[in-house]
């Protein structure tokens, strides 16, 4: 008896598993917590380094810096598990997807990461020729900032992060003033990895309806070409397709505020300011993925995965033409004579969407008295509804040979750096004949926006003059790929241009200026000198009635045409050089 306790004892012992044979099978807090909670900001960066140590397909690096004092990460799965993205670029097409730059909008960090995990254990097919990146948590202090109650509308998960970062900038509009840290890097990895296909991860909720996911995808006409036609004909009823074989409907975003959809919305249209705006400046196919907020935590999650492996699976299969399209569109910066700005609604033309919503009712509220929307999820139903997805632009400027910025304009060449513009500086002084801009209107707006009262609506006149450069000055030849860049950046017109952004606010206020007293008799003698002026004078004063009651609207006037205005006062600081001029050639020979 006592012999088969032993035997009995020895069988049991050799049957347990040594920890070292155990399968490890990286459960997620997603998955442990029933669906109800999203990771936090370490728990996330320690299942990456579990991953990577235990499978070579996938590499952690950390890379720039953020404001919470917190490094950004970089994962990245290759099933040849080559990270050189040198070398991997040029055989590849790379998908790099953004998660967290909102923290309350988790649904991405989670889906991620499941989907990291498996491509490594082989859960689902590593692709052959897409390299996967991701950057895991882009917002790192808002994600640390981590609280139960500030997404009011949101159905899970039960914590999450905070919209703003650690200075409380939304940093999805900072991707062309880069006032955080994050931007900075962001802009660094982005260079570094060169994606073909871009991600970001988001949680809106503009109105009810039936879809967990919506997609914004960049603007195709925006985009142009052939490569907008394929985002707009290939790519975006290919994923839509995809989701729905997998049950998984899927409807543009709903651009809409407090009302119904099923009245028509449009496009939201991404200039450079949001991600895929940013992105596309480099001709990236982008899309934001937009959950509805009011779905439950764990479908939007699994919703968000499904869509992310979709467009793994379509870019895998197409991933020739993606890259020759991309290629193609590279190599044609130098045939660019006319660039499109400011993208308006085409009212001639708009798709039809099968829309599946809530009907809707109007209520008094109880709180106001007024009127108030409450939807009924009882009454679904699908209608079909106009989606307003073509733009046509306003406004179109010729393409310069190149720009010139002066040496103390730091903080614009800071920003060139950062996203890797060439240039080059003036050997010596030169006056040069360039096209000089000035402001002639603007707007700007009267609450702060993102740490900036930005301007809109701005307006330019040009004209050829003379100009004197320093040694040292700086010469950004447009004919690179940073084109795009820079006509979004430095033509004061684009909506998200350095000037919209307050960076040149200085050239708006005059420093110098006039005595009514001691300008009285310069202005006579002025206008008895010079006869055509005083010809504009009389008419003015003739035609304007109010102009003809001011006295110091007219001493300005002519003060404003004489010798005596300072010429810097709304002179745009920035130089084009006409392509056919001779300071193009002259820069062309290299300032010999």
């Known amino acids: 008896m006592k012999y088969f306790s032993i035997l009995v004892v020895f069988v049991l012992i050799g049957c347990q598993k040594k920890p070292e044979d155990t399968v490890h099978e990286y459960i997620t807090p997603f998955e442990t917590s029933d669906s109800l909670e999203t990771a936090t900001y370490q728990e996330t960066i320690d299942f990456y380094i579990e991953l990577a140590k235990d499978f070579p397909e996938i590499n952690v690096q950390n890379i720039g810096e953020t ?47 499941l989907l990291f995990r498996d491509l490594a254990i082989n859960k689902i097919d590593g692709p052959e020729n897409v390299v996967v990146v991701t950057i895991p948590i882009y917002n790192v202090g808002g994600a640390l900032n981590r609280n139960s109650t500030s997404r ?4 899970g998960p039960k914590s999450y992060g905070f919209r703003g970062n650690a200075r409380n900038y939304d940093l999805n509009r900072d991707f062309i003033k880069v006032d955080t840290k994050n931007a900075k890097t962001f802009a660094e990895i982005f260079h570094l990895v060169k994606p073909d296909v871009f991600i970001d991860n988001h949680v809106s909720n503009g109105a009810d309806y039936q879809y967990t996911l919506t997609h914004l995808f960049t603007q195709h006409n925006k985009l142009g070409g052939d490569l907008g036609t394929y985002l707009h004909e290939v790519l975006v009823p290919g994923l839509e397709n995809e989701l729905a074989d997998k049950n998984w ?15 028509g919305f449009n496009q939201f249209l991404d200039t450079p ?6 992105t596309s400046l480099w001709n990236t196919l982008g899309m934001m993925v937009e959950t509805h907020m009011l779905k439950p935590y764990d479908k939007r999650v699994k919703g968000t995965y499904e869509l992310m492996k979709s467009m793994l699976q379509i870019v895998d299969a197409d991933h020739e033409e993606v890259k020759k399209l991309r290629n193609e569109k590279a190599t044609k910066v130098e045939d660019v004579a006319l660039y499109h700005l400011n993208w308006q609604i085409d009212t001639t033309k708009s798709s039809i969407l099968n829309f599946k919503g809530y009907e809707a009712d109007t209520l008094i509220s109880e709180i106001t008295g007024m009127d108030r929307l409450k939807y009924d999820h009882n009454r679904s139903f699908v209608k079909k509804v106009e989606y307003q997805n073509y733009y046509v632009p306003a406004d179109t400027v010729v393409v310069p040979f190149a720009y010139i910025i002066k040496k ?80 979004e950046t430095l033509e004061p017109q684009a909506p998200d241009s350095f000037f919209n952004w307050n960076f040149f606010d200085a050239i708006l206020q005059k420093k110098e200026g006039f005595s009514p007293y001691v300008f009285e008799d310069l202005a006579l003698a002025l206008l008895k000198k010079d006869e055509k002026l005083r010809t504009l004078f009389l008419k003015k004063k003739a035609n304007d009635t109010s102009f003809a009651k001011d006295w110091y609207a007219q001493l300005d006037w002519v003060y404003k045409r004489s010798v005596h205005y300072e010429r810097a006062h709304l002179r745009y600081p920035v ?8 300071a193009s050639e002259f820069l062309s020979m290299g300032n010999d």
Do not use: C
């Open 273 to 278: 300011r949001y991600s895929t705006g940013y």
């Open 408 to 487: 103390p304009w730091k903080e614009i060449i800071d920003r060139l750096d950062w996203n890797q513009i060439e240039y080059f500086e003036l050997e010596k002084d030169t006056v040069l004949e360039v096209e000089t801009y000035r402001i002639e209107d603007y707007k700007t707006f009267t609450y702060a926006y993102e740490g900036h009262y930005p301007h809109y609506g701005t307006k330019v006149g040009s004209s050829l003059q003379k100009i004197v450069f320093n040694k040292g000055d700086h010469i950004v030849p447009t004919n690179q790929p940073g084109l795009r860049y820079l006509l």
């Open 575 to 582: 130089y084009r050089v006409p392509k056919d001029s001779r």
């Open 249 to 263: 409907d899927i409807a543009p975003y709903v651009n809409v505020f407090n009302r119904v959809p099923e009245s």
């Open 67 to 113: 404001d919470s004092g917190h490094p950004l990460h970089l994962v990245t799965y290759n099933v040849d598990s080559d990270f050189n993205f040198q070398k991997i670029g040029q055989k590849k097409v790379t998908m790099l997807i953004n998660n967290g730059i909102h923290p309350g909008e988790s649904d991405g960090i989670d889906a991620t990461m």
């Open 152 to 155: 009011a509308n949101q159905n």
